[in-house]
């Protein structure tokens, strides 16, 4: 029985209490690869999501912070970064998913 457990097992903990117990990735000091590969990708979103925010963030947006931020956008979602439907959710209304409201 080895006495050192915490120290070789994932200490990922999920939503309902339990512990992953895959075996912790040799150079990762506490996740196994699956969640140390899942905490890089949602690490790499976050800051995607800054560098995206920061195009956007003054009160007057050009259009080359426009096409910087939807660069920005396209090479998250490329990169696995970014889900495809946040991507689309975040480019704009689209006429066959999300149609503009009728002037009444
Ligand atoms: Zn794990």
Redesign the pocket.
Known sequence: MSTNRSNDR?S?TFADGRH?R?PRQTDHPY??S??ARKEAQALAGQEAGKDIAYHLSGSYVSACDLSSALGRLFAAVAQGQVKPKTASTLSGPNPRTNPAPSPK
Do not use: E, Q
């Open positions: 994932c990922f992953c895959t996740l196994c699956f969640h």
